[in-house]
């Protein structure tokens, strides 16, 4: 237990949050490519309305605010790591960037042990907190992905308020790219805020020099809905089609999510 009493109280993010003591840090995994899935938070910041995560841990949406603190994560997967093979996905179901990390650090932690084992990792954020991590990241074998679903602040503050701006992912892949890393980015879902400005939207990633974009449409579930509904935007099939016309035409090779 006395993991619980290493964090300190002076920090810069003081949202809500619990910490509870990591039992597991590691679970299968079934998404194409990544064997094993880390998650070293619970929980989320960021707030996207487009989430769907909370629907599929059970969670409550007012719940899933309150970002779990999965104290000595680090310690249980160093011990995990001695009987796995394969890749490790982090952040499967919520952001290892969320802001909580810049506190806590357990995504950094859990990145020196993996750098440590030789580990390959497939990484997905939305915060170019990444970039405090990347001379890890440097040193270490696998791919990263930077989540785009718009790249208008506006927008970005209505559908996921608690996230970096968009031009602040947009440079955070370019810098990653630019420091030789495999990167991709990942635009999920396709929302119809994008339609009339996937010109736009697929020029800013260009700009980035990542040969590679992964194209995710809305799953629309119950909860997920409503929420949708209430600020009046969807998934949109035609932005995704332009989308990916635009960007295999620019020589950015276009896969879908599943």
């Known amino acids: 237990m006395s993991n619980l009493l290493e964090f300190s109280d002076d920090g810069v993010w003081n949202g809500k949050y619990e910490i509870i003591q990591c039992r597991k840090a590691l679970s299968p995994s079934r ?3 990544i064997d094993h899935a880390l998650n070293p938070y619970g929980g989320c910041g960021h ?19 309150t970002v779990r603190i999965r104290a000595g994560i680090e310690s249980r997967l ?3 790591l001695a009987s796995v093979k394969g890749t490790i996905g982090i952040g499967t179901t919520t952001d290892p960037y969320q802001p909580a990390e810049e506190r806590f650090e357990l995504t950094k932690k859990c990145l020196i042990k993996l750098k440590e084992k030789r580990m390959r990792i497939h990484l997905h954020t939305k915060s170019d907190l990444i970039l405090r991590d990347l001379p890890i990241l440097k040193e270490m074998n ?13 927008i970005s503050k209505i559908i996921e308020p608690g996230a970096p701006a968009p031009a602040r992912r947009i440079d955070a892949l370019k ?5 030789g890393l495999d990167t991709y980015a990942l635009v999920g879902p396709v929302l119809s805020v994008l339609e009339g400005n996937e010109k736009e939207f697929v020029d800013a990633i260009i700009s980035t020099g990542t040969k590679r974009m992964l194209l995710d449409s809305l799953n629309l579930r119950p909860l997920l809905a409503k929420r949708m509904d209430a600020v009046g935007i969807r998934g949109s099939p035609r932005a995704l089609e332009r989308i990916r016309s635009l960007a295999s035409a620019n020589g950015i090779k276009v896969f879908d999510v599943f």
Do not use: F, H, M, R
Not at 59 to 64: A, H, I, L, S, V
Not at 175 to 179: C, E, F, I, R, S
């Open 175 to 179: 810098k990653l790219t630019d420091a």
């Open 142 to 154: 696998g791919e990263v992905a930077v989540t785009i679903t718009s790249i208008d602040d506006n």
């Open 31 to 33: 998404l194409p490519g």
């Open 47 to 65: 707030g996207c309305l487009y989430c769907y995560a909370p629907e599929l841990t059970y969670t409550e949406w007012d719940d899933w605010s």
């Open 78 to 80: 160093g011990k995990e």
